[in-house]
């Protein structure tokens, strides 16, 4: 009788303590999970050992015991396993079928990159975006007590708009304590073209969330509610009316074991209601911005141009090996956001062979073949125009202007406040332009693109119109005065700087005016004034 119940009280104990590591580290139940293996033979060491503490009395027993060499066996062919898996599982036996993880389209540049207005142009990193978050939340003198901003600021297209997003969070378990029933009441978004930081107050607090305890943690919902589903790191992202939601990305292996990872689905949470829904990769909703993470892309993009010969190749001879450059930005085009990126050899020489974008909702790869700087050339010699202010420039966004592939960066101080706007060639990076504004930047730009001849392409995409005033108006962005403009006969505007083109201020409604301008969605910017 007192065996027996010893015996249900150790079982009682074994279940207990795996149900315990089961709901901390919370493994997929799938054999391509690393983590579910560990899992596994971490079970299996605990098993054998209460077993043997239970029916071995002493050491020299041990020695003997069927129980003992039954689990040393058992454990041993599940790590022979696991090792086996992963080595069948690696490029080095599989280097065509990783080469072929990602297909890669060529493209040329003008036709996919089109020029756009100073005012679409997200002047801000990720950095940059926290400290105008913990700015706007140390201003909230009713939640900065009790919560603080995440720090995830996932990059979306919000309303056509690059925006940054992140949610609030409890500033401690205590504060969780008190207020984990109402939830988080807000989350931020940041407009990366305009810097202007909003707090969004939501009727009914998020309740799902990574700053949660216990089954309202956003990782423990999902995992409970899918417990195959090996996830991918979650984003924090809002759909078109500003609902917000998690999208998690569902890893698949195409290779072995644990080979060839990539996206297969992806589950979507409501964070207010835990509400889910689960889709194939190819219907998830268009108004989703991140599925693929940028750091897998870029594996995908360096075993599709490392491994064309092989993998020993890779080792040896190197011949046709290309990689990715060490870091990356996104794009906002086509309502999607696009990981970009410079392609160079593996030489570990200081420029770009092209470079590449990857959409990070539908997998889709570009790559253009522009011969030029590597991107942190372009940074050194932006920084080299101001070496005298000591500014570090930021990771560069590829940019459109005049029709010639561009570098653009911001320079920032050692407070980490952006304080000048760089935009550098990227086939001749010795042609760098420095403004105070983005708009006064890229006139200069243009100016030195023409001066020095590097296209016509510049000078051609200048537009002429004359006509006489309308409507005049004065404005001030970023510290300088602008006129906006409009002639008879047209509905644009035209935007001129008043420390570009001082005559301006001559004009009135009613005089004839002539502008040579480029074009931008909204707003047309004048290059000459006569």
């Known amino acids: 009788m007192k065996k027996g119940i010893s015996k249900l009280f150790m079982l009682f104990v074994i279940l207990l303590l795996g149900f315990l590591y089961y709901y901390i580290t919370i493994p997929a139940i799938n054999i391509h999970s690393s983590g579910f293996w560990f899992f596994l033979i971490i079970a299996i060491v605990f098993i054998f050992a209460i077993l043997t503490a239970v029916r071995v009395k002493s050491f020299e027993e041990a020695r003997h015991s069927n129980i003992v060499k039954i689990g040393i066996t058992v454990i041993a062919v599940t790590v022979i396993i696991f090792i086996v898996g992963s080595i069948l599982s690696s490029p080095i036996v599989n280097a065509k079928k990783y080469q072929k993880l990602l297909t890669v389209e060529d493209r040329e540049f003008s036709d996919d990159i089109q020029e756009v207005s100073f005012n679409q142009i997200p002047i801000l990193d990720k950095d940059s975006a926290e400290l ?248 050194s010699s932006a920084e080299g125009q101001v070496q005298n202010l000591n500014y570090h420039a930021t990771f560069p966004l590829l940019l459109n202007i005049g029709n010639e592939p561009t570098y653009f960066l911001a320079l920032k101080d050692d407070a980490g406040l952006v304080k000048k706007y760089a935009m550098v060639n990227i086939r001749r990076y010795q042609i760098v332009a420095i403004g105070d504004s983005v708009i006064e930047c890229e006139r200069q730009y243009i100016s030195l693109l023409s001066s020095n001849g590097v296209t016509k392409a510049a000078s051609a995409s200048l537009q002429k119109i004359t006509g006489t005033i309308t409507k005049i108006a004065q404005a001030v962005v970023d510290g300088n005065t602008h006129y906006y403009i409009m002639l008879d ?21 009613g005089d004839q005016i002539t502008f040579e301008y480029s074009e931008g969605s909204d707003v047309n910017t004048v290059y000459s004034l006569q």
Not at 230 to 255: L, R
Not at 491 to 502: K, L, Q, R, S
Request: hydrophobic content about 35%.
């Open 132 to 379: 105008l978050g913990n700015r706007k939340m140390g201003s909230m003198v009713d939640m900065v007590s009790q919560f603080e901003v995440s720090s995830l600021y996932t990059q979306i297209n919000y309303q056509g708009v690059p925006t940054r997003v992140t949610p609030l969070a409890y500033a401690s378990p205590i504060k969780w304590l008190t207020n984990q029933k109402e939830g988080i009441p807000a989350y931020i978004t940041i407009n990366m073209t305009d810097q202007n930081v909003e707090l969004v107050k939501l009727d009914q607090g998020i309740k799902y969330s990574e700053s949660e305890y216990f089954n309202r943690n956003i990782y423990r919902h999902l995992r409970f509610q899918y417990p195959t589903y090996i996830f991918d790191s979650f984003n924090f992202e809002i759909d078109d009316s500003g609902v917000p939601y998690w999208v998690c990305p569902v890893k698949e292996y195409t290779i072995g074991l644990f080979g060839g990872e990539t996206i297969g689905r992806a589950v979507l949470c409501n964070a207010i209601t835990g509400e889910t829904a689960d889709y194939d990769i190819t219907e998830v909703p268009s108004w989703v911005d991140r599925v693929y993470s940028a750091e897998l892309l870029i594996d995908q993009y360096d075993y599709y141009g490392s491994l064309k010969h092989g993998y020993f190749n890779t080792l040896l001879s190197q011949k046709d090996c290309l990689k990715t450059t060490d870091g990356y930005n996104y794009i906002a085009m086509e309502d999607d956001v696009w990981v970009y990126t410079g392609i160079t050899s593996v030489s570990g020489d200081q420029s770009n062979v092209g470079f590449v974008l990857m959409n990070q909702r539908t997998h889709e790869t570009r790559f253009y073949h522009i011969e030029g700087a590597e991107e942190y050339s372009a940074m």
């Open 489 to 509: 006969g047209s509905n644009a505007i035209f935007d001129v700087a008043v420390t570009d083109y001082i005559s301006i201020v001559k004009f009135n409604q």
